[in-house]
T-cell receptor, first 113, second 109 residues
Framework: EAQVTQNPRYLITVTGKKLTVTCSQNMNHEYMSWYRQDPGLGLRQIYYSMNVEVTDKGDVPEGYKVSRKEKRNFPLILESPSPNQTSLYFC????????????FGSGTRLTVV | GIQVEQSPPDLILQEGANSTLRCNFSDSVNNLQWFHQNPWGQLINLFYIPSGTKQNGRLSATTVATERYSLLYISSSQTTDSGVYFCAPGPSGTYKYIFGTGTRLKVLA
């Protein structure tokens, strides 16, 4: 089944403890992206990647890192999480170019205490 | 940056009713998507529609890029249509999508 898989679905962590949220797609998509969703603010883009080893900042990249070493994986890294990073996170992927819509993962609800 | 405004912010319908959701954007775009977020939080792509009109069952969408708006039509609404509808235009010259804050739809049986 074609899908974007995020793990974990839920995570509670403490301030400053490094964590990684994984994202993997099995559709051979070139484009991948991370979003966070907060009440009243909609979805905001954190980082995106056009292909392997090509990444760029979205609108809210502060406090996050990404890497794209393989086409199928696009992990989101929080080196030193803070409570303002408590949010619902979504990974998305698509084929490159016009005419192709996103496929989203199921989301990761992160709480930083 | 581009501003995205969706209206109405909230909508309550009886099952079987029709509705039109609007998305205005402040700058030229070369991509636009509509999404539905169901009550369980899943985000589903409905349309990729940078211009023109598309239909998929009871749903259709129209984007008039020159006038900077897009419309999503839902006909004969069902309770399963409940959730939040987002439009996400992609500004010209970028590979980004900017999401609106959504229209929250509740369909009553």
């Amino acid at each position: 089944e074609a899908q974007v898989t995020q793990n974990p679905r839920y995570l509670i962590t403490v301030t400053g403890k490094k964590l990684t949220v994984t994202c993997s797609q099995n559709m051979n998509h070139e484009y991948m992206s991370w979003y966070r969703q907060d009440p009243g603010l909609g979805l905001r883009q954190i980082y995106y990647s056009m292909n392997v080893e090509v990444t760029d900042k979205g609108d809210v990249p502060e406090g996050y890192k990404v890497s794209r070493k393989e086409k199928r994986n696009f992990p989101l890294i929080l080196e030193s999480p803070s409570p303002n990073q408590t949010s619902l996170y979504f990974c998305a992927s698509s084929l490159q170019g016009r005419g192709y819509g996103y496929t989203f993962g199921s989301g990761t609800r992160l709480t930083v205490v | 940056g581009i501003q995205v405004e969706q209206s109405p912010p909230d909508l309550i319908l009886q099952e079987g009713a029709n509705s039109t959701l609007r998305c205005n954007f402040s700058d030229s775009v070369n991509n636009l998507q509509w999404f539905h977020q169901n009550p369980w939080g899943q985000l589903i792509n409905l349309f990729y529609i940078p211009s023109g009109t598309k239909q998929n069952g009871r749903l259709s969408a129209t984007t008039v890029a020159t006038e900077r708006y897009s419309l999503l039509y839902i006909s004969s609404s069902q309770t399963t249509d409940s959730g939040v509808y987002f439009c996400a235009p992609g500004p010209s010259g970028t590979y980004k999508y900017i999401f609106g804050t959504g229209t929250r739809l509740k369909v009553l049986a």
